[in-house]
């Protein structure tokens, strides 16, 4: 029987060979294994070979009534047969682990600052299923990121085909310094604005609150 060699790079077997020798072992013969593994007697010798010139052991001793495992292919098996059991129990607790709902939540900054994200911590404690994603959209304008589950909104909720609720009623009005509402008003109705300087930036536009 051959040694390990000390000098020899020992990789990773093949999932491949490490099942053929199993099937083989555990069997008793190369085609009961092959009859298992859907591969001919044939490849599961050569993938044992293959197996055996990785770890420079000998694994089987072949013989015209069959092969039968060595000293070395014995002790070998115990330690393929617990990895087999480590893959096997870790592909069924992750097959078993609940997938993770996604709920994509559109929402304007302000809205997701104030409200969404202090609430974050008992939502993710109620619902540990979800997977929740914030996107940021801009107040008034239609531009948000695509594929929203839940979108929050400034507006009338008059929405064709969507599912509207309202969940404040918050005024939005017009304000300015006292000093130049005396030097430029009075400021009663929106069209008084006209011959305002309106101050604006691209998150809050005037031309929606003016429609």
């Not at 992750?94 to 709902?101: A, M, Q, S, Y």
């Not at 609430?119 to 531009?143: K, N, Q, R």
Request: charge should be neutral.
């Amino acid at each position: 029987m051959r040694g390990p060699s000390p000098s020899k790079d020992v990789r990773l077997p093949p999932l491949a060979a490490i099942q053929a020798f199993e099937a083989a072992a555990r069997l008793g013969s190369f085609e009961r294994a092959s009859e298992e593994l859907f591969v001919t007697a044939s490849a599961i010798g050569k993938r044992i070979a293959a197996l055996e010139a990785l770890l420079d052991v000998t694994l089987f001793i072949r013989s015209s009534r069959g092969a039968t495992l060595s000293s070395a292919g014995r002790e070998y098996l115990d330690q393929v047969r617990t990895a087999l059991d480590l893959l096997s129990d870790a592909s069924l607790h992750k097959r078993g682990e609940p997938k993770l709902e996604p709920l994509r939540v559109v929402s304007t900054p302000t809205f997701a600052r104030q409200v969404l994200i202090p609430a974050l911590p008992g939502f993710t404690a109620a619902h540990p299923e979800v997977e929740l994603e914030i996107m940021l959209s801009i107040p008034y304008l239609d531009i948000m990121p695509p594929n929203a589950d839940v979108w929050v909104r400034f507006g009338s909720g008059k929405y064709p085909g969507l599912n509207a609720r309202q969940l404040t009623a918050d005024p939005v009005f017009a304000v300015c310094a006292p000093d130049y509402r005396d030097r430029h008003g009075p400021f009663e109705r929106p069209a008084d604005l006209a011959r305002a300087q309106l101050l604006r930036c691209p998150m809050e536009p005037w031309r929606p609150w003016l429609a």
